[in-house]
Structures are given as structure tokens and as C-alpha cells.
């Protein structure tokens, strides 16, 4: 039997002689691609619509407002024009749809093409890369709320009469919207994270993350209401009397906090100081009923229950998130 000759070719290899970053780097690698990812950076033109499109929607509020104090000067401050502490309440919904539509990207993608196993091969472990595309996510969204917050501001300080003066009035305004912009996104970085690493669909993951909002809400405006009834005076010059109770008598504030669409504002009006727990959420509506005004109301929950609540939204997806990925086949 004749055996084949084999050959030998001299292809030049040489020996890595560089810098050896180690884990450092591929943490940051990782950390810089969940950016590029989520910008639509080094795809297709398709990939950057809807980061553009977000970014625009959340940046129109504050450009509009902007214009609108510029245009009208003093006088804006005469009707009540929406300010720092206004915007985050106005952008919210925008920023949750965003967060459900490309927070999956970052991590639906790697599952279905089952590429997690390659980025483990390097010096990473589970929790490097799970930290690494929650902070590629949560540095994207607090970009995008303090864009539009950063320009609001210098609209509105523009716009003053005197600069100096409107900034030494709300100077506090800055360390409360960079504080509440850093607590809702937070919030919104973990929960679609988390609804991400459930499933290899982007469609489940962010269907899942719209319906939880839509249906919490609803099912809260359904079970925290607060009805009073106002009966008519009995005889002419009395006072009519008002008797007013929860549909759910004690739990009724407490459903609230299942309503995790209205959790940004909460953060944001307690941040700012304005929120109070013994007002109503929205106005009041009145029927009249066999002579007595029915009024239904939805009530607010105290202020510690409701920060309360901001941590149990965040901590028990960011479990989920971690109990996921805190082995390599996860």
C-alpha cells in the first residue's frame, strides 16, 4: 500500500506578544456591542429606525415645551407650562414601549442563535454577561431621559428673563431629575430584561412586557377605586353629607401598586416633592343616582409604600434575571 506524502507549510505564525487584557476587556466588549445593539450601530439602515424614532419621541416633548417658553417668555410661567418635573410623567409610556421593544434584542438574540456558550468560552462568567447587557441597556435609557431633560432645562433657562435668576429659583431641579431619571430606569432596564430571558422570542418578550403594563393597570383602576356618595341636604341651608369608601375597604390604595405603569410617575412626583398620597390619581367622575352624586376616585398609596413598591419591581425581576443566566446553560 502506497501511504500519501504529507507537507509542511510555513505560514508565517507567530506568537501574541501584546497586551493581555483578560477579563477587563471582555467585560467592556461585551458592555460596548449591548450599546451597539441597541442604537442599531453596525447593522442594516432598518435596525436604527426605531432608536431614532424613540429617540425623537422622547426629545419632541421638551424640544415643544422649549419653543413654548421661548415664544411666550414670562408669560409661560403665567399658564403653568409643564417643567422638569413634569417630563418624565409625559415621556414614561414612550420609554416603556421603547425598553419592551429593544431591551430583547440584548438578549433573545443570543439564546435563539445559541451563541451564549461562546461568550462563557472567554474569561466571562454568567454574571459578567447578564451585568453586561443590563448596564448596555440601562446606560442607553438614562441617555435617552436625560437628553430630553438636559434640553428642557436649557430651553426653560433661555427662555427666562433672567437666566441667572430662574437658575438660582430651580437649581434643585438638577440633582431631582438626575435622580429620578437614574430610579425609572432602572425600573425599566430590569423588568423587559428580565421578561427577556424567559423566552428566545423578541415578539413574546415584548408583547409580555406591553401587557403586563396595559393589563395592570387596568385590573388596578378596576379594584382601587374609592366611591362616595353625597346625599342631598334634608332641609334647605344644611350641609350635605358625603360618606366615602373603598370598593376593597382597606386594600384599596395597596392595588395600586400592582398598576407598575404608574410606578415611574410615583418615583418622579416623589423625587420632585409633589406627590401626596391623599390625592386622587385622576379627576373625579360623578353620576347621579336616586337624587345622591356618586363619586368614584382612585386613591394613591402612602409615600413609604409606594417607594416600597419601586423596590420589590425592581428586585424581583433582577432575581429572575439573575436565577437565569447564573449558570452557563441557562
Request: with cysteine; charged share 15%; aromatic share 10%.
Amino acid at each position: 500500500m502506497s501511504m500519501a506524502d504529507g507537507q509542511v507549510f510555513d505560514l508565517g505564525y507567530r506568537h501574541y506578544r501584546g497586551p493581555r487584557e483578560g477579563r477587563s476587556r471582555a467585560r467592556k466588549a461585551l458592555l460596548v456591542n449591548g450599546i451597539r445593539t441597541c442604537l442599531g450601530l453596525g447593522r442594516g439602515a432598518r435596525a436604527k429606525i426605531l432608536p431614532i424614532l424613540f429617540l425623537v419621541a422622547v426629545m419632541a416633548p421638551a424640544l415643544v415645551l422649549s419653543a413654548i417658553a421661548g415664544l411666550f417668555g414670562v408669560a409661560a410661567e403665567l399658564i403653568r407650562l409643564p417643567g422638569p418635573q413634569d417630563y418624565y410623567r409625559i415621556v414614561s409610556p414612550i420609554l416603556l414601549a421603547f425598553a419592551a421593544i429593544i431591551a430583547p434584542e440584548l438578549l433573545c438574540t443570543d439564546r435563539r442563535d445559541g451563541v451564549l456558550t461562546l461568550y462563557l468560552v472567554r474569561p466571562l462568567s454568567p454574571a459578567d454577561y447578564v451585568l453586561g447587557r443590563w448596564l448596555a441597556f440601562f446606560a442607553v435609557t438614562l441617555t435617552y431621559l436625560y437628553a430630553g431633560q438636559m434640553l428642557l432645562l436649557a430651553g426653560l433657562l433661555l427662555a427666562a428673563g433672567e437666566p441667572i435668576d430662574y437658575l438660582q429659583d430651580h437649581w434643585r431641579d438638577i440633582p431631582r431629575l438626575l435622580a429620578a431619571g437614574l430610579l425609572i430606569a432602572v425600573m425599566t432596564t430590569t423588568i423587559p430584561l428580565a421578561a427577556a430571558s424567559l423566552t428566545p422570542r423578541r415578539a413574546y418578550a415584548t408583547l409580555s412586557v406591553i401587557g403586563l403594563f396595559f393589563v395592570s393597570s387596568a385590573v388596578a383602576g378596576l379594584l382601587a377605586g374609592e366611591q362616595c356618595v353625597t346625599t342631598p341636604p334634608a332641609a334647605p341651608g344644611a350641609s350635605p353629607a358625603t360618606e366615602c369608601r373603598y370598593q376593597f375597604e382597606t386594600i384599596g390604595p395597596l392595588v395600586r401598586l400592582i398598576d407598575f405603569g404608574r410606578t415611574p410617575t410615583m418615583i418622579n412626583n416623589w423625587v420632585f416633592g409633589v406627590y401626596d398620597g391623599t390625592q386622587v390619581v385622576q379627576p373625579a367622575t360623578q353620576v347621579a343616582m336616586d337624587g345622591r352624586l356618586t363619586t368614584v376616585r382612585l386613591a394613591r398609596p402612602p409615600v413609604p409604600i409606594a417607594i416600597a413598591s419601586w423596590v420589590i419591581v425592581v428586585a424581583v425581576p433582577a432575581f429572575i434575571l439573575w436565577r437565569r443566566y447564573r449558570r452557563p446553560a441557562a
